[in-house]
């Protein structure tokens, strides 16, 4: 496997008489999203702020690209660490600047860009995080969720390679969480750099993940990919379930994906083995397309529209259905096959293209959509199984059905 990028070996911490990491041992890979997991108090910004350099572990080493810290001359250290940026949990914005010069500071600080370059990269960073209105108020005439937003453009204004996210979700409510959790993806894939969270988003924090790195009692417990970590059997597990429990009422009636499998193993496979069921799986088109036009908040806003509108059709007929990602849905109708689940979901479409996207796309967005010549399409496909078989082999192959089930083209004379 590939030399990690920032790796741990045998790291411990101590304040004082206590020890909060204990001969830690964590890999964390080029290009990925990583995400540090953990209950409260367990270490996990600690962690982060070793990789900056912010701390110094009493033992062990940390490694960039293979190579300790601590071995390195001052300047090739200050190189690689020149490559990190850093967003604060508590935002670290200065109460005495504006948001435009919190985010205009690295730059000043760090680089020798002229004024018309800072402003323009400060602007973007500002209008891709919706905070346009507020750029040159200051952060006491701004609310929590804004201050956090400022601080994320901050953190990616001077295009870093590698970016450390210490609970950049902490206090938003559901749809803004899955919003800056879309946008942490989305730049990680525009502008290719390395993301590090610490993060209680859970599970939502899997839908963007490549690796989780569980700590539990000063130790890391488990790294690997969050499908590897649903099979993972520890105490630390029981956090996750109370966080999906209290996730099932956030996502519009929606389960969560792992009771969505508890529910499939108690109510289908329960069953006779000569029983079929059906698999729906939506997707809408060019997601991060819309998010560019219309920003994160309003699609994310229209994605749980959309959500509670497939949970409300489809549970009317029997239906249950989870969220697999930000953007993508699955429905499982017990009893039902292709034939049956073709003609319930004409009527879905039949009905969402008629009333359910003109609600999710109404008022002030649906002009804006309109001005912008976007459109909003939604794909769906279907697959037939049966109890004996795995839910994940059947979500698979309706995925590779897919095809176009409605479209909303919005111009500038309108919606069509």
Do not use: W
């Not at 020890?19 to 409260?40: H, P, Q």
């Not at 810290?69 to 990190?84: C, F, G, P, T, V």
């Not at 219309?294 to 529209?305: F, N, Q, R, T």
């Amino acid at each position: 496997m590939a030399t990690p990028l920032i790796e741990f070996k045998n790291v411990t911490k101590r304040f004082g008489q206590l020890t909060v990491l204990d001969r830690v041992n964590a890999k964390i890979y080029e290009g990925e999203i990583t995400t540090i997991i953990g209950l409260s108090g367990s270490g996990k910004s600690v962690f982060l702020k070793h990789i900056i350099g912010l701390l110094k572990p009493e033992d062990g080493s940390v490694l960039f690209r293979g190579k300790p810290l601590d071995e390195m001359k001052k300047n090739e250290r200050e190189a690689s660490l020149a490559q990190i940026s850093y967003m604060f949990q508590d935002n670290a914005l200065f109460d005495s600047m504006t948001v435009y010069d919190n985010v205009a500071l690295p730059l000043r600080e760090t680089t020798n860009l002229g004024k018309a370059e800072i402003d323009r990269r400060v602007m973007t960073r500002i209008e891709q995080m919706e905070l346009g209105d507020a750029a040159f108020k200051y952060p006491s005439e701004l609310s929590g969720g804004m201050q956090k937003r400022a601080a994320l453009a901050r953190a990616l204004v001077t295009d870093p390679r590698i970016v450390l996210f210490d609970e950049p979700t902490t206090g938003q409510d559901p749809v803004r969480e899955n919003a800056i959790l879309s946008m942490v993806a989305e730049n990680r894939k525009k502008f290719d750099f390395t993301a590090v969270l610490v993060s209680h988003a859970i599970p939502e924090v899997y839908f963007i993940s490549n690796r989780i790195l569980a700590l539990y009692d000063r130790k890391i417990v488990f790294q690997g990919p969050p499908e590897e970590f649903e099979s993972f059997d520890h105490s630390l597990k029981e956090e996750i379930r109370r966080s999906l429990e209290e996730l099932q009422g956030k996502l519009s009636g929606l389960y969560a994906k792992r009771q969505f499998k508890v529910r499939y193993h108690t109510e289908l496979k329960s069953g006779t083995f000569q029983e079929t069921y059906a698999v729906l799986v939506f997707a809408m088109k060019d997601i991060d397309v819309l998010a560019s036009g219309l920003g994160h908040d309003a699609v994310h806003k229209a994605i749980d529209s959309m959500s509670s509108f497939i949970d409300s059709y489809f549970s009317a007929v029997g239906g249950f259905s989870a969220r697999l990602g930000l953007d993508e849905f699955v429905t499982v109708l017990p009893y039902s096959d292709v034939k049956e689940a073709e003609a319930i979901l004409k009527g879905f479409a039949d009905d969402f293209q008629e009333r359910g996207i003109r609600d999710i796309l109404s008022g002030k967005l649906e002009k804006v959509a309109a001005e912008m010549c976007l459109e909003f399409i939604v794909f769906a496909g279907i697959a037939e199984g049966r109890p004996i078989e795995g839910i994940d082999d059947i979500i698979e192959s309706a995925k590779k059905e897919q095809r176009e089930i409605c479209r909303l083209r919005c111009r500038a004379t309108g919606v069509v």
